[in-house]
């Protein structure tokens, strides 16, 4: 692979900067101990996911363990784009080395932008959730991070639905699903943003995010009627 005298891959990050797919394949075993021995998942269209290559799965987001669970159901490992609040005490090291992603949300964060692109251009899977914070998980409100990134990287969208986190809370820990509770995870068809065109101007990235959350929502539709949720 070509690379420029400042040790960069053409078009991408510092390759050392790039987030560790080994340890993103630990976190997604951490994910399946969790996701399986805490709860009763149940896990729809996963091979809807492509293979190999790189793709986004832009994950609706209502829990704080939405991405543990997404981590551990998804049929490949990934680098979570993730707020720097999270990042406190040991937690922070601990991402770090099971390759996630930290952003700082005040700004354009272009250290964690470069490190993002890096896993698209390394053929990764990158996992966002569009909306940019927790809430109601109904994809109402998007960022324009998702259609800049798919945009630019060409990389296929993968909506993911994860439906019951914030049902039913825990009897001992309240802030956590109650344990052996259903929880459903469903993956829809993958999508590209763009127009074919190429462009990435700000009216482009604008259309490209009106059809993002067209197709985000009427996933999420779907599944709650898959799953009767």
């Given at each position: 692979m070509r690379r420029d005298p400042g040790g960069r891959e053409a078009g991408g990050p510092p390759v050392s900067d790039t987030p560790s797919l080994k340890g993103a394949a630990v976190g997604r075993r951490i994910g399946i101990g969790l996701m399986y021995g805490l709860w009763k998942p149940r896990v729809l269209g996963a091979w809807k996911v492509p293979a190999t290559g790189p793709v986004i799965l832009a994950v609706n987001h209502s829990h704080n363990i939405d991405g543990p669970m997404v981590m551990g159901t998804a049929p490949r490992p990934l680098h979570f784009l993730i707020k720097k609040e999270a990042y406190v005490g040991p937690l922070g090291p601990f991402l770090d080395r099971i390759g996630?992603?930290?952003?700082?949300?005040?700004?354009?964060?272009?250290?964690?932008?470069?490190?993002?692109?890096?896993?698209?251009?390394?053929?990764?899977?990158?996992?966002?959730?569009?909306?940019?914070?927790?809430?109601?998980?109904?994809?109402?409100?998007?960022?324009?991070?998702?259609?800049?990134?798919?945009?630019?990287?060409?990389?296929?969208?993968?909506?993911?639905?994860?439906?019951?986190?914030?049902?039913?809370?825990?009897?001992?820990?309240?802030?956590?699903?109650?344990?052996?509770?259903?929880?459903?995870?469903?993956?829809?068809?993958?999508?590209?943003?763009?127009?074919?065109?190429?462009?990435?101007?700000?009216?482009?990235?604008?259309?490209?995010t009106v059809r993002i959350q067209d197709r985000l929502t009427a996933h999420l539709a779907d599944a709650k009627r898959l799953t009767g949720r």
């Open positions: 996630q992603v930290k952003v700082d949300r005040s700004g354009a964060d272009r250290g964690a932008i470069s490190r993002a692109l890096g896993v698209l251009d390394n053929g990764g899977a990158l996992g966002i959730f569009p909306e940019g914070t927790r809430g109601e998980g109904d994809f109402a409100s998007l960022r324009a991070g998702l259609a800049y990134f798919a945009v630019r990287s060409g990389a296929p969208i993968v909506p993911v639905a994860v439906l019951g986190s914030t049902e039913r809370s825990g009897r001992v820990v309240k802030a956590l699903p109650r344990l052996k509770s259903r929880v459903d995870i469903v993956f829809g068809d993958a999508f590209d943003a763009g127009d074919g065109s190429g462009r990435r101007t700000r009216t482009a990235l604008d259309q490209a």
